[in-house]
């Protein structure tokens, strides 16, 4: 068989750190790119060799990932637009877990009609440690693509579930848009159809993604801008100390019944700076008006959520919370707003919409 060609991207992240001399990780992408390889190489998968698959290793960021920013996807953006993919049979990323799932989201909308699959690829400990799941992602990532999985963009991660002799190792393949962040006080990632895959020699078939040039090549993608506000709800969260200056749009997150406050009740004092309907009047005088959204939206009879859609704030469906944020900063930085901004949301970029939600009905 011919040798793969996989173009391996080193981002940083836990996966590419290492220990400082103050006893702090920190990322070292110079020192990851050999052993990242080499760990493959001593591994028992039946492609480790060199006539098997070849690495091509490029660094464009060197930060850990919670230190990510709409700079630092502009800069990966712009070294992706570089690269000649029709060179490889598929692409890796190494990337840090804390915004994994936000980078997945991303690259998810931007690569969709790549023709070669792309597949992230974190550790929860850095590398050298025996107890890093980093070492078995990586080998599965790459198996996958030798293994002819669809072009699509792709995470593979090993969860470990349970405690003591009923601890289970698992490794998952999952659809990048669909990933959710990893929960805190956790190691392990979820997504709606999340599917286990060997251990010995991952094979999953996966799905093409839609489109044929991805956006990554769009004369009118100029990068992202930073225009999106997200807030997530909570007791006592008051609206008239937002600043809303350079913002495009607005998500705005739900409790689990698809509600957030519109009506405080208190006769003694005025507060109605604490309702939702506060912050749509201030994105209504702004000028031009700012779109605000509110998701997860699921279907509801609740007054509250009621008054919210009746005040003309756009629910968002299907996506997780990460995918919303992501595309409406990617439609944002398309040029659309209001309406066309909340068509671009429902429209199919990358089969993000989560199959396994219900459709709402209409107040």
């Not at 669809?150 to 009923?166: D, H, I, L, Q, S």
């Not at 279907?299 to 629910?315: F, N, Q, W």
């Amino acid at each position: 068989m011919k040798a793969n060609k996989i173009l391996l991207i080193l981002t940083g992240g836990t996966i590419c750190s290492f220990t400082t001399s103050k006893g702090e990780q920190a990322p070292d992408v110079e020192r990851a790119k050999a052993l990242i390889v080499q760990k493959f190489r001593e591994s028992d998968s039946p492609y480790c060799g060199e006539e098997c698959t070849q690495f091509s290793v490029v660094s464009p960021l060197d930060i850990l990932s919670e230190n990510m920013t709409v700079l630092h996807w502009n800069t990966l953006i712009r070294e992706l637009r570089t690269y000649d993919f029709s060179l490889y049979d598929g692409v890796v990323i190494l990337h840090g877990t804390d915004t994994l799932a936000y980078t997945a989201a991303m690259l998810s909308v931007i690569l969709s009609g790549l023709q070669i699959p792309v597949i992230l690829v974190s550790s929860q400990l850095a590398l050298a440690n025996p107890n890093a799941n980093g070492t078995a992602n990586f080998k599965a990532a790459v198996e996958l693509i030798v293994n002819g999985i669809k072009p699509n963009v792709y995470v593979t991660y090993r969860n470990e579930e349970g405690y003591g002799r009923a601890l289970t190792k698992t490794m998952y393949v999952h659809y990048a848009a669909h990933l959710l962040q990893c929960a805190i006080r956790s190691n392990n990632f979820y997504s709606c159809d999340m599917t286990p895959i060997s251990t010995e020699n991952a094979v999953f078939e996966g799905t093409k993604s839609l489109g044929e040039k991805p956006l990554l090549y769009d004369p009118h993608f100029n990068g992202l801008f930073a225009c999106v506000l997200k807030i997530d709800p909570y007791v006592g969260l008051d609206y008239s100390k937002l600043s809303l200056i350079g913002i495009d749009a607005i998500i705005h997150g739900t409790y689990h019944s698809s509600t957030v406050e519109t009506n405080p009740n208190i006769k003694e004092v005025d507060c109605s700076h604490y309702s939702i309907i506060h912050l749509k009047k201030m994105c209504d005088q702004h000028t031009p008006p700012i779109s605000l959204f509110i998701e997860p939206y699921v279907k509801t009879t609740y007054e509250s959520t009621g008054e919210v859609l009746r005040a003309g704030i756009m629910p968002i469906k299907d996506l997780t919370s990460e995918m919303a944020y992501v595309k409406t900063l990617i439609g944002c930085s398309l040029g659309y707003r209001g309406v066309d901004l909340q068509n671009y949301l429902h429209h199919n970029v990358n089969n993000e919409h989560l199959p396994t939600q219900v459709e709402a009905d209409t107040f």
